[in-house]
C-alpha cells in the first residue's frame, strides 16, 4: 500500500477547546449528486470516536508547503488534541466544524453513514459547504515520505502510454 501516493488531508471535528483532528491519506470525493465524500479511518483514533459522536466533520486538502502541519496531526512530535491547532488558523465553518484558513479545499460533511471495517471506519459524508482558494499544489504522501505534485508538459504521454 505504501506504493499508493494520495493526497494529504486534515479531518477534523468539534469546537475550540475540545477539537479532534488528524491527518487521512484515505479520503476521496465519492459522490457527485448529491455531492458525498468518503474518509476511511482509524478505528482506534480518538478523533474517529468525536466524529462519530458529533455527527459533523471537516476535509481540509493540504498544499504542498504544509507537511510540518500533517506530520503534527499524525503525533509524529507528540502533539494531542488541542495543542494540534495552536499553530495556524483555524475558524468554525458554516456547520461548526474546524477550517483550516490556508488549506487548499475545506469541506463540511455530515455523516451520512458509517461501517466499520477491520481496523478502520469508513464514513461517508454529505456535502454542506466547501471553501477552496482555487490553486492546485497538493501535498502527497507516498512511500513513507511528502512530496509535491508536477503536471507533466502538454503533449508529452504519461509513462507506459503509447
Partial sequence: MRSIASSVTIVATG?????????????????????????????????????????????NLLGSQ????????????????????????????????????NALVSVECAIQQSMTVDTHVLIVG???SIKGDNSFAPLLYGDGKFGGWQALREGREPPGEG
Avoid at 502541519?69 to 458554516?94: I, Y
Wanted: glycine share 8%.
Fill in 66 to 101: 504544509d507537511s510540518a502541519l500533517a506530520a503534527r496531526f499524525a503525533g509524529r512530535h507528540g502533539h494531542t488534541g488541542e495543542q494540534r491547532f495552536q499553530r495556524e488558523f483555524w475558524s468554525p465553518g458554516d456547520h461548526g466544524s474546524p477550517i483550516l484558513e
Fill in 15 to 59: 469546537k475550540a477547546p475540545d477539537r479532534y483532528g488528524m491527518t487521512a491519506t484515505a479520503v476521496c470525493s465519492l459522490t457527485a449528486t448529491p455531492p458525498q465524500m468518503l474518509a476511511c479511518l482509524n478505528v482506534s483514533s480518538s478523533t474517529t470516536a468525536a466524529i462519530l459522536r458529533n455527527s459533523i466533520f471537516s476535509i
Fill in 126 to 128: 454529505t456535502v454542506l
